[in-house]
């Protein structure tokens, strides 16, 4: 497989919240994320030495903003550019004080038109000094992003024809599975049908299994709807816990993942759809799993 250029992590989630203090409470004290700084409108939060890992915006609407992605090099965002510009889509660079206010090195945008998912792109984004300590969770990174889209079909041929994205595994026409190629994760982007566009859920991997059950009890005790789990995905071998965010969007811890190797990495598998696809413990999700939040689309600039 030739590819044109490589991913190296999926970097952030940025989110829009209508409460931004309430938010911020809630990812840091419940979650476990390290609040870095907190300007008008905007807080950057992290689980790792990046400047910030998620970035929750004030907005009427909540959902996701955009969805970025840090590429290998500097040879690769560039090669990413050309191709995405290629292919007809319209990729756009940050003008040069965006990119320092997002502590970033340069760094463009480009949309997916069938979902509406903005994406971003990077090589650099600056190294904090003070290691991320952890508190009531041990997050390892931010996993995955998972959309739902009305244009499922055209969604996942783009996600993997142009965008590179690997098919680790798919439930036909309903659910895709993806990996930001070389990146060995099983996933880092996942895409459902779903009669319109808006976002799934966002993930954080911890690294212990007692982060899930410990996470269980927390928010329980808090009053958070845990609305799928504890239970373990078939097609990642996750065990995961979801939950809601202030504003009704599904957050999800999970531990341990299948990984595929660069070379030599098995085919995708076509899996059926089956209770026990999403969780081999027999759990069932709650009517609100994966269902707040929008995807926003405005023009970027
Ligand atoms: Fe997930």
Request: aromatic share 10%; net charge negative; charged share 25%.
């Given at each position: 497989?030739?590819?044109?250029?490589?991913?190296?992590?999926?970097?952030?989630?940025?989110?829009?919240?209508?409460?931004?203090?309430?938010?911020?409470?809630?990812?840091?004290?419940?979650?476990?994320?390290?609040?870095?700084?907190?300007?008008?409108?905007?807080?950057?939060?992290?689980?790792?030495?990046?400047?910030?890992?998620?970035?929750?915006?004030?907005?009427?609407?909540?959902?996701?903003?955009?969805?970025?992605?840090?590429?290998?090099?500097?040879?690769?965002?560039?090669?990413?550019?050309?191709?995405?510009?290629?292919?007809?889509?319209?990729?756009?660079?940050?003008?040069?004080?965006?990119?320092?206010?997002?502590?970033?090195?340069?760094?463009?945008?480009?949309?997916e038109?069938s979902s509406?998912l903005?994406?971003?792109?990077?090589?650099?984004?600056?190294?904090?000094?003070?290691?991320?300590?952890?508190?009531?969770?041990?997050?390892?990174?931010?996993?995955h992003i998972v959309i739902a889209t009305k244009n499922y079909a055209a969604a996942i041929e783009r996600l993997t024809?142009?965008?590179?994205f690997?098919l680790s595994d798919f439930v036909e026409d309903k659910f895709s599975w993806m990996?930001?190629?070389?990146?060995?994760?099983h996933h880092?982007l996942a895409v459902g049908y779903s009669e319109r566009n808006h976002l799934h859920h966002?993930?954080?991997?911890?690294?212990?299994?007692?982060?899930?059950?410990?996470?269980?009890?927390?928010?329980?005790?808090?009053?958070?709807?845990?609305?799928f789990?504890?239970?373990?995905h078939l097609p990642s071998?996750?065990?995961f816990?979801y939950?809601?965010?202030?504003?009704?969007?599904t957050?999800?811890?999970?531990?341990?993942?299948?990984?595929?190797?660069?070379?030599?990495?098995?085919?995708p598998r076509m899996l059926e759809m089956h209770p026990n696809t999403m969780d081999i413990?027999?759990?069932m999700p709650?009517?609100?799993f994966g269902r707040?939040?929008?995807i926003?689309?405005?023009?970027?600039?």
């Amino acid at each position: 497989m030739s590819l044109p250029f490589r991913y190296e992590k999926l970097g952030y989630a940025a989110l829009n919240v209508s409460d931004l203090d309430r938010s911020i409470r809630f990812y840091q004290e419940l979650m476990g994320l390290d609040l870095v700084s907190r300007e008008e409108g905007v807080a950057y939060l992290r689980c790792s030495r990046d400047h910030h890992n998620l970035v929750l915006y004030a907005a009427k609407t909540p959902g996701i903003k955009r969805a970025a992605y840090k590429m290998a090099s500097k040879a690769d965002l560039d090669l990413a550019f050309e191709h995405y510009k290629t292919s007809g889509l319209e990729p756009r660079w940050l003008a040069a004080d965006a990119c320092r206010a997002l502590k970033q090195g340069p760094t463009f945008r480009v949309r997916e038109p069938s979902s509406g998912l903005l994406l971003e792109f990077y090589d650099r984004m600056t190294h904090l000094a003070l290691p991320y300590e952890h508190t009531v969770t041990k997050i390892a990174r931010i996993g995955h992003i998972v959309i739902a889209t009305k244009n499922y079909a055209a969604a996942i041929e783009r996600l993997t024809s142009v965008f590179n994205f690997a098919l680790s595994d798919f439930v036909e026409d309903k659910f895709s599975w993806m990996r930001c190629y070389p990146n060995p994760l099983h996933h880092s982007l996942a895409v459902g049908y779903s009669e319109r566009n808006h976002l799934h859920h966002i993930n954080f991997m911890v690294t212990d299994v007692d982060d899930i059950g410990k996470a269980l009890n927390r928010m329980r005790k808090a009053g958070v709807e845990v609305v799928f789990g504890p239970g373990r995905h078939l097609p990642s071998t996750s065990i995961f816990l979801y939950f809601l965010d202030p504003d009704g969007m599904t957050m999800e811890f999970s531990f341990g993942m299948e990984e595929i190797p660069e070379q030599g990495g098995r085919l995708p598998r076509m899996l059926e759809m089956h209770p026990n696809t999403m969780d081999i413990w027999g759990s069932m999700p709650a009517e609100r799993f994966g269902r707040g939040g929008e995807i926003e689309v405005v023009d970027h600039e």
